[in-house]
């Protein structure tokens, strides 16, 4: 794990930085997949045409790739990168090695000549091709043989009979069926039942919820040792003293602060030498994050993920601005912005045991505040939804520019956290 862990305000250096989103695809068993990611050049490219603002130029897609690293984007999974006509014909960038990335073939593109070709070439160089809300009709049906996978788009193709129709073209394995925006549970239900084996949406996000089922005991014991954690005069032996009555909580300090990463001389063998070492700031954020994971258990893991790096963004957001105590609001308001879908609750019945500050719990609610307006600016951020992120940002009182760079920061820490986990 990075030792960088300090609050690091972004700076000017942000200004031209590419601004990176990444949305999960799930299979069936709701594991990740793979990530699509979406890049735009940066603040100063805002502008009303929507659209074009998420289809990026050979030039922003390498500075993104190099710059962050697939590794960090992706974990090793594939990473699907949309590819305009003018791009799939211009060549890939070097960036993109074919066997970590799949092309996306935007709707518009039609099956000339030149497309034909072009995709020829690409699945001799080793690359895999989605087609990119597909569907089918006489100027797309030339591409289907070249698709690795065809993805629908599930909100606008509603005709049960083109449906069907795009579902029969899977022969012996392929094309795989990918269904986008996908909202809800039942909408991922009824894909399931529909043969599609890939979802991409936010729809295991939304949390499935029973007001009339209690908190179980060991969720509450997870939930108030989180409280616990936020406490800001927590000193060295309050938190030693948290630790050290969780065998797995010791377990992960010890073996993190004994890590190559810290290259310690000597083998660090007791919680307090580690807290002394790593500081109380520091491991407070790792434990609650720890915590986390362990109220997480059965529910969609990158719930967990997308929290971690939540919690880290709305820190570094927060700090630009307000200062440590603003950061570790931030940090804790991210954390617990997704509390309710891991824990399949209500969140007024989670709040109800975690006691977090008015300010968070508020926000949480859905209150109009600061909070708030810091939360929905991550979000919107983390979910490509570049000009809302920027409306949001100056609606918050944050610098414009300091998303992408707070956000690449985010995502590596988050990166180093789970790898250590």
């Not at 893991?301 to 603003?326: F, I, K, N, P, W």
Request: charged share 25%; hydrophobic share 45%; net charge negative.
């Amino acid at each position: 794990m990075s030792r960088d862990l300090a609050i690091v305000a972004p700076s000017s250096a942000a200004v031209g930085q590419v601004f990176v989103a990444r949305q999960p695809i799930l299979d069936r068993a709701q594991r990740v997949f793979g990530y699509e990611l979406l890049f735009r050049s940066s603040v100063q490219a805002e502008t009303a045409a929507g659209a074009a603002s998420e289809q990026a130029s050979a030039r922003v897609i390498t500075d993104a790739v190099l710059s962050f690293g697939l590794d960090t984007l992706t974990q090793g999974r594939p990473a699907f990168i949309n590819v305009t006509r003018s791009l799939l014909l211009d060549g890939m960038p070097a960036a993109l090695p074919p066997d970590r990335v799949v092309l996306e073939l935007l709707e518009e593109i039609e099956a000339d000549d030149d497309v034909l070709a072009a995709c020829r070439e690409l699945r001799r160089a080793g690359y895999a091709i989605a087609l990119d809300d597909f569907v089918l009709n006489d100027r797309t049906a030339g591409l289907v043989p070249f698709a690795d996978y065809i993805k629908v788009d599930c909100l606008a193709q509603t005709d049960p009979a083109a449906r069907r129709e795009i579902l029969a073209l899977r022969r012996q394995g392929r094309p795989a069926l990918l269904a986008e925006k996908i909202e809800t549970v039942h909408e991922f239900e009824h894909a399931m039942k529909d043969g599609f084996e890939y979802f991409q949406g936010f729809f295991f996000g939304r949390p499935v919820t029973s007001g009339a089922r209690q908190i179980p005991g060991n969720q509450i014991g997870h939930l108030r040792l989180l409280h616990a954690l936020q406490n800001r005069d927590l000193t060295i032996d309050s938190l030693e003293h948290l630790i050290k009555h969780d065998t797995s909580l010791c377990y992960r300090v010890l073996r993190t602060v004994n890590s190559a990463g810290y290259a310690q001389h000597r083998k660090v063998e007791s919680i307090r030498q580690a807290l002394v070492l790593l500081g109380v700031d520091a491991v407070r954020r790792w434990t609650s994050l720890w915590v986390l994971a362990g109220l997480s258990h059965g529910a969609q893991q990158e719930l967990v993920v997308m929290s971690t790096v939540r919690a880290r963004y709305c820190e570094l957001l927060a700090g630009s601005t307000g200062g440590d105590d603003a950061a570790s609001l931030g940090f804790l308001l991210g954390m617990c912005s997704m509390l309710d879908a891991i824990l399949e609750r209500p969140i007024e019945c989670v709040l109800a045991e975690l006691s977090l500050p008015d300010a968070a719990a508020a926000a949480l609610r859905g209150e109009d505040n600061g909070c708030r307006r810091l939360l929905d600016c991550a979000v919107a951020y983390e979910r490509g939804e570049w000009d809302r992120s920027l409306h949001l940002a100056r609606r918050a009182g944050l610098d414009p520019p300091t998303l992408p760079l707070a956000h690449k920061d985010a995502l590596r820490w988050a990166a180093d956290f789970h790898r250590a986990l």
